[in-house]
């Protein structure tokens, strides 16, 4: 079956670190463009990072630039997530999602295909 599940949120303080992990199955994460995206209560989905699937050139929202990286690990079929200095703005549910296009830059959540059920970040003050 093919999936992306999504783990390592939890709660932390903010100014902490947290680094998420999205591991697929029956998809080969360098075959795609591989995104994080966030969504809190009460608002739309935002574009958090991408890592392009031709030369793993990186893209973040506002938001993440400077305090998240966005990496991918081939051998492991995994994409990572790492998030330094969390504010409690960051709070909310992170999906990872995969694109068969090859995209250079920010991307909405219709560019992309696929999706996991997400893992909730929680930043308390």
């Known amino acids: 079956q093919r999936q992306l599940v999504e783990s390592g949120g939890g709660l932390v303080q903010a100014g902490g670190s947290l680094r998420l992990s999205c591991a697929a199955s029956g998809r080969t994460v360098s075959s795609y463009t591989m995104g994080w995206f966030r969504q809190a209560p009460g608002k739309e989905r935002e574009f958090v990072a991408t890592?392009?699937?031709?030369?793993?050139?990186?893209y973040y929202g506002d938001t993440a630039k400077g305090r998240f990286t966005i990496s991918r690990d081939n051998a492991r079929n995994t994409v990572s997530l790492q998030m330094n200095s969390l504010k409690p703005e960051d709070t909310a549910v992170y999906y990872c999602a995969a694109a068969t296009t090859i995209w250079h830059g920010p991307v909405i959540p219709s560019d992309m295909n696929h999706w996991g059920k997400g893992t909730l970040v929680t930043v308390s003050s």
């Open positions: 890592i392009s699937r031709d030369d793993d050139s990186t």
